[in-house]
């Protein structure tokens, strides 16, 4: 049997199927994944340079400037076939999307996420006090730096809703996800689909999955950090393996 049929089995027979995504499964739809080269204007920036407090105390509008333009290309594209795989899977089973995508791909094809591990690029607030901001208007093409806005009530800096390097996921987001996994037994299935699984906490819920009981599944064109934990392995891309998988 192939490892693509006995993940699929697995899901097919499953009473519950939690899915935890990274970068590789919004490739297909054209973002980059994080630790792919940055091409254009960015090329030259390293993201884990510019995703820190330390960057945005250091230099807010460089800063403001690239997740604009990461704000401008994540409404510009679509979700693939795969996104609208796991939003189908769950008008049969109960399934539970976890993500450390800042996009909303996954909303988009149909899904409910339960939890945004690393926030949204279409959620901002205001650096000092929390409350929500607009999101900014799309960028007509990219610009190396972007003073931010201010917030209205108490004239903070407004910056994105997402989670950077050296900063705690959300609380109820991490708490979500830990006990969605910590609730899988023997007949349900874990996906961890397009991760590479070196970002912590984020990292360490295949392996709690896996000790509820779970079968756990990557898929991914290559290994990755958690291949060890994973019990399956489907070698391929997102949009090409869910719907196979699923369907
Ligand atoms: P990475 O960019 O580290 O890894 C992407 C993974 O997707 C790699 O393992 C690729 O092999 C795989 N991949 C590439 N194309 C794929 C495809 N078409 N289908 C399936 N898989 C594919 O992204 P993440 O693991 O998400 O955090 O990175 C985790 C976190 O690191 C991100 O959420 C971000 C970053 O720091 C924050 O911003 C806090």
Redesign the pocket.
């Known amino acids: 049997m192939t490892e693509l049929a006995r993940a699929a089995g697995a899901v097919r027979d499953a009473r519950r199927v939690v899915v935890l995504t990274?970068?590789?499964?919004s490739?297909?739809s054209g973002v980059p994944?994080?630790?792919?080269a940055q091409t254009g204007l960015w090329s030259t920036f390293d993201?884990?340079r510019l995703?820190t407090p330390a960057a945005w105390r250091a230099d807010r509008a460089t800063v403001f400037a690239w997740y604009c333009w990461r704000s401008t290309l994540v409404r510009t594209v679509e979700p693939h076939a795969g996104h609208v795989a796991l939003a189908r899977l769950a008008e049969r089973v109960p399934v539970d999307v976890v993500t450390?995508?800042?996009d909303d791909l996954h909303e988009r094809a149909g899904s409910q996420v339960l939890a945004h591990l690393?926030g949204s690029l279409l959620a901002y607030r205001c650096d000092t006090c929390g409350r929500p901001a607009p999101v900014p208007a799309p960028l007509a093409e990219p610009v190396p730096r972007l003073e931010p806005p201010r917030c209205a009530a108490d004239d903070g800096w407004v910056r994105p809703g997402?989670?950077?390097?050296d900063e705690p996921l959300p609380a109820d987001a991490w708490r979500a996800a830990r006990d969605a996994v910590e609730g899988l037994t023997r007949q349900d299935v874990l996906l961890v689909?397009?991760?590479?699984?070196?970002?912590q906490p984020?990292a360490s819920l295949p392996l709690l999955g896996r000790a509820a009981g779970a079968l756990v599944v990557e898929?991914?064109?290559?290994g990755?950090e958690l291949s060890e934990v994973c019990h399956v392995h489907v070698r391929a891309?997102?949009?090409e393996a869910l719907p196979e998988l699923v369907g």
């Open positions: 990274g970068a590789g499964m490739a297909e994944t994080f630790r792919d993201p884990e995703a450390q995508n800042v690393h997402v989670v950077w390097f689909v397009g991760t590479s699984g070196v970002v984020a898929v991914n064109p290559v990755s891309g997102a949009a």
